[in-house]
């Protein structure tokens, strides 16, 4: 399957005026308690069912809902771990310590690159 031009994509989201909730719906779960400090979980499905869900679709949601200045986090568990049982996509936001260690990873990446 070719790749669709931008412009035949319904999906916008570097528009500022693409309303994202005519497709998707997402949630802000209550903050956890975590090792990382608190973690926020946002949950996003289609309406129509579909499973894909682009990046840039989730990174504009995940702005438009927890702030563009936020981490967010997908996580790929082990197999005999994962939950398959709904099509939806799970982000972690995290404050204090999740945020804090990406910088720290991603300074001694851009320390080893140099």
Avoid at 4 to 13: E, G, K, V
Avoid at 42 to 48: A, M
Avoid at 62 to 76: C, Q, T, W
Wanted: charged share 30%.
């Amino acid at each position: 399957m070719e790749p669709q031009p931008r412009s035949a994509n319904t999906d916008q989201p570097d528009d500022t005026d693409w309303d994202w909730s005519q497709t998707y719906s997402a949630q802000v779960v209550q903050s956890y308690s975590s090792l990382f400090g608190f973690v926020d979980h946002l949950k996003v499905r289609r309406h129509d069912g579909q499973d894909v869900i682009a990046w840039d679709v989730l990174q504009r949601i995940k702005d438009d809902l927890l702030g563009s200045d936020m981490l967010a986090v997908e996580f790929y568990p082990p197999q005999e771990e994962v939950v398959n049982d709904v099509n939806r996509r799970h982000l972690w936001a995290g404050h204090l310590g999740l945020v804090e260690y990406y910088r720290e990873i991603s300074l001694r990446r851009r320390e080893q690159d140099r």
